[in-house]
């Protein structure tokens, strides 16, 4: 904008300042000349009148007084060359010329206010423009200094009151010596600190100085110096006026004119230059205010700049108008300055957007988006896939919305927060728990195998597949997944269609042969066209979509044992170091896992024939006695329980044996063996029960001292004279219960344990059975069974048998009873043998005898 001149001080450019006066004086002259030269007989004095009118038309009322006071002085004088000092016309042309003076002086000073009132209003408009441009604080006191001076005053100085005092923004002086002017007052920022000036500056009121006094100005730090240069300027008026915007005051306006260029201030300058303060105020505080903001921003950059966490600033458009570098790098862009130059929906075109739970997320359904819509928007965790590169990276996408005073939604400020680590770990941490859950969960490990390949999908891969040897020549797919089933049912179709060789080359077999994984993050075509083994192949292959592969192999302390391939697809993610170690370690399990489920199975196999070859295949047909049992093993299928029985003949008779070793497992079992075969063959040679014991006794105790240990119950069944009794000898075991006429009560005598000493004796006790008596012998098992509440006890044992009159129902009621009554995992072995008393042929019993005897 132009600095135009101002007030009545400047009512004409400096540069016509002579320009009116010279006009109307050579008017005058010219006049004179030529009323001179026409003589007596012409006069034109009154034409004198041209004069003032022409110096009121070009220059200031000044030079039309002094133009139109020339011209009455002509007029005057006019009687001595035109003869007529006494006639009337004398006057009469005087008067015009007065007169003519007088209308000459009215049109410049109507002319001056006119241009002062034009130049004010061209000074109040540069003025607003300062206001409405977007200026720095140094830049919008250049700006307001350059027109105030010289179009209103010969020196202003601009000063501003901050918390800790004044504080002096500028200062424009002109003339001569204007920089020399303006360096002393820079310099000095506690001028002016006396006279009227300092005395009005410090009032805060807007006042008018009509007499500047420059010693009073400099105060008692004046020096001739300072005084010299002041001096340069001439006598000068001055008006201090406050800056004021916004109801609260800023500082102050000091200016000053010298009477040589113009007029001094008056009252009405005063009141112009508060209204000309009010907006240089207005300026000078939205300058401070962007300043400020200015200032806030270069922070406010910094600080999120410093941030970990990704900040995007949308306008209500959609618009990126602010990005950290962090959000630039992570959207992928090389800088803060390309992403802001790219359209919202190229950057999110960039980017696979998934949810958590794996559906598709959006660009509407983002947060920064929701809160532009005036929605909702709860933080999203958001797994995006970059197209280019088939990176994954996890984030949690948080936005707020800025609004204007009446409530509208002007910005979206989004911070994203990469959570990749975090998720990875608890991907990690979830898959190999629920892998192990699985993996341990069934002894058929190609079920627990499709098991672990459905948990890799979606979470690791888009396709998963396990495959072993088959033993002839062939990898045989045993597992495959994918989140659509119909795929499932393709991979199937393809394995069964096109089945992989041992001797291949490369693949799944490579792999197995080899022990060692393989990782293809970008499958080029010609990768297919290797492996396809027909076109109808390549294009089953290609149909598939595979981005990225990835083959570990199952790996057990026997060697390889199969291969898990993991396939990208329609995800376009690719695998990375984190990702291949994790399905490293689900592979390494996996294979574990098969391992074990052989080793299971083995152990199982010989767990149960030892545990056979522990036991009597079958009791033998004893005429005259009925026996039945009952055995349930605890624990796992492939552990060999302690608990043991066998029936066998000696001399006269039949021994019934129930014992129970310490332990489980391959220890127990020799015990076992050991204890049952030392019973049998002692109590065959010798017929008694008691030497029968005494040989397991020191047997065990020279075996291991007090550790190997056993309880054992024996009862040898007779037949004399038609009636049968029962010798029971009990070492360290629960006594037998025998059933009689509906009562139900303890038979035999308590003796020491076998194997905790080295020398020991037991008692026998002969007990008479009749017909329909039941003899019971058990092992602790039974009693120490857990219900709910309580152990089953020797009551509830008595409680089951109450009633009994075969040893057939006497085992199928302990049975029943401890299947409802026990909870949970059975805790220990448990072993029954019943014996009852039938009636037999006296030829039939005869038979039996001479079969024992041989």
């Avoid at 303006?182 to 001028?191: G, V």
């Avoid at 790098?329 to 803060?336: D, M, R, V």
């Avoid at 892998?435 to 979470?459: F, I, M, N, W």
């Avoid at 039939?844 to 079969?851: E, I, S, Y």
Wanted: charged share 25%.
């Amino acid at each position: 904008m132009s600095m135009l001149p101002t007030s009545r001080a400047l009512s004409m450019p400096r540069k016509g300042s002579w320009l009116g006066l010279a006009a109307g004086l050579l008017t005058a002259v010219a006049i004179v000349a030529i009323d001179v030269g026409f003589g007596p007989d012409t006069v034109i004095t009154t034409a004198l009148v041209l004069a003032p009118l022409v110096a009121a038309l070009l220059g200031t009322p000044r030079q039309t007084v002094i133009v139109g006071a020339a011209a009455v002085v002509l007029a005057l004088v006019s009687g001595f060359w035109n003869d007529n000092f006494a006639e009337a016309g004398y006057f009469l042309r005087t008067a015009i010329v007065v007169a003519g003076g007088a209308v000459g002086l009215a049109a410049a000073l109507l002319r001056a206010r006119e241009a002062g009132n034009r130049n004010r209003l061209g000074v109040l408009m540069d003025a607003a423009g300062v206001v409405d441009d977007t200026l720095s604080l140094e830049e919008t006191v250049h700006r307001l200094s350059h027109i105030v001076v010289p179009a209103l005053a010969d020196l202003c100085i601009f000063e501003v009151t901050r918390g800790s005092g004044p504080e002096r923004l500028g200062v424009r002086a002109s003339g001569p010596r204007a920089r020399e002017i303006e360096d002393l007052f820079q310099a000095n920022p506690e001028l002016p600190s006396a006279g009227g000036v300092g005395a009005a500056v410090k009032s805060g009121r807007a006042q008018l100085i009509p007499d500047v006094s420059y010693e009073e100005l400099l105060g008692p730090a004046h020096d001739e110096a300072r005084l010299e240069v002041l001096r340069s300027l001439g006598a000068a008026s001055g008006m201090v006026v406050p800056l004021r915007a916004r109801g609260r005051s800023l500082g102050s306006l000091v200016l000053a004119v010298t009477r040589r260029s113009r007029p001094a201030y008056d009252r009405d300058d005063l009141e112009f230059a508060e209204l000309l303060a009010g907006r240089a105020g207005l300026a000078l505080d939205n300058a401070g205010l962007f300043s400020e903001l200015a200032i806030a921003e270069a922070q406010l950059t910094v600080v999120l700049g410093s941030l970990a966490e990704a900040v995007i600033v949308q306008s209500a458009g959609g618009g990126v108008i602010y990005a950290n570098e962090v959000a630039a790098k992570t959207l992928g862009f090389e800088s803060a300055e390309g992403l802001l130059a790219t359209p919202a929906a190229q950057v999110a075109d960039r980017f696979e957007a998934y949810r958590e739970d794996g559906s598709r997320l959006r660009l509407e359904d983002l947060p920064g988006r929701r809160v532009l819509a005036g929605q909702e928007a709860l933080p999203v965790v958001v797994r995006a896939v970059d197209r280019r590169t088939g990176e994954e990276r996890w984030r949690i996408t948080k936005a707020t919305a800025v609004r204007s005073r009446d409530g509208h939604v002007q910005f979206a400020v989004t911070v994203i927060e990469d959570i990749t680590e975090v998720k990875r770990a608890e991907l990690a941490q979830r898959l190999l728990a629920q892998a192990g859950q699985a993996l341990y969960s069934s002894l058929d490990y190609e079920h627990t195998l499709q098991r672990v390949a459905e948990l890799a999908v979606p979470e690791l891969a888009d396709w998963c597949a396990v495959s072993m040897p088959d033993g002839e020549g062939c990898i045989r797919q045993v597992a495959v997944a994918h989140a659509e089933p119909e795929k499932m049912a393709f991979a199937r179709m393809l394995a069964e269609r096109y089945p992989v060789s041992e001797d291949e080359p490369a693949g799944v077999p490579q792999v197995i042969r080899e022990g060692r994984a393989q990782t293809i993050n970008q499958i080029p075509n010609e990768m297919l066209e290797q492996v396809a083994k027909d076109p109808e192949h390549l294009r089953l292959l290609r149909e598939v979509g595979m981005r990225a592969v990835t083959i570990l192999p199952l790996e057990t302390r026997a060697g390889v044992i199969g291969a898990l391939t993991l396939v990208s697809a329609e995800s376009g993610r690719t695998f990375t170091p984190a990702d291949v170690k994790l399905a490293g370690e689900l592979a390494r399990r996996a294979g574990a896992a098969v391992e074990t489920s052989r080793l299971y199975t083995e152990r199982s196999h010989i767990a149960r024939t030892l545990q056979s070859a522990l036991l009597p295949p079958q009791l033998p047909e004893m005429p005259g006695w009925n026996a039945a049992t009952l055995y349930r093993a605890a624990g796992r299928e492939n552990w060999v329980g302690g608990d043991f029985y066998d029936a066998f003949p000696v001399e006269g008779g039949w021994m019934l044996v129930v014992g129970d070793v310490v332990g489980h497992g391959p220890e127990a079992a020799s015990l076992t063996a050991e204890a049952r075969y030392t019973l049998r063959t002692a109590a065959m040679l010798s017929g008694s029960a008691v030497v029968a014991l005494s040989e397991l006794n020191r047997g065990l105790y020279e075996r291991d001292p007090g550790t190997a240990l056993c309880t054992a119950v024996c009862v040898t069944l007779r037949e004399v004279g038609g009636k049968g009794y029962a010798e029971i000898v009990c070492a360290g075991h629960p006594l037998p219960l025998l059933l009689r006429d509906g009562r139900v009560e303890a038979a035999g005598r308590c003796g020491p344990m076998l194997g905790a000493w080295e020398e020991k004796s037991w008692m026998p006790v002969e007990v008479p059975l009749g017909d329909g008596d039941v003899l019971v012998l058990y092992t602790d098992g039974v009693i120490d069974a857990e219900g709910e509440e309580q152990r089953f006890g020797e009551a509830g044992l008595r409680g089951a048998l109450t009633g009994t009159g075969t040893a057939d129902d006497a085992v199928t009621r302990i049975g029943r009873a401890l299947d409802g009554f026990e909870v949970g995992e059975q805790a220990d072995d448990t072993a029954v043998l019943a014996v009852s008393r039938v009636r037999v042929a006296v030829e039939a019993v005869g038979a039996v005898d001479l079969r024992a005897g041989a």
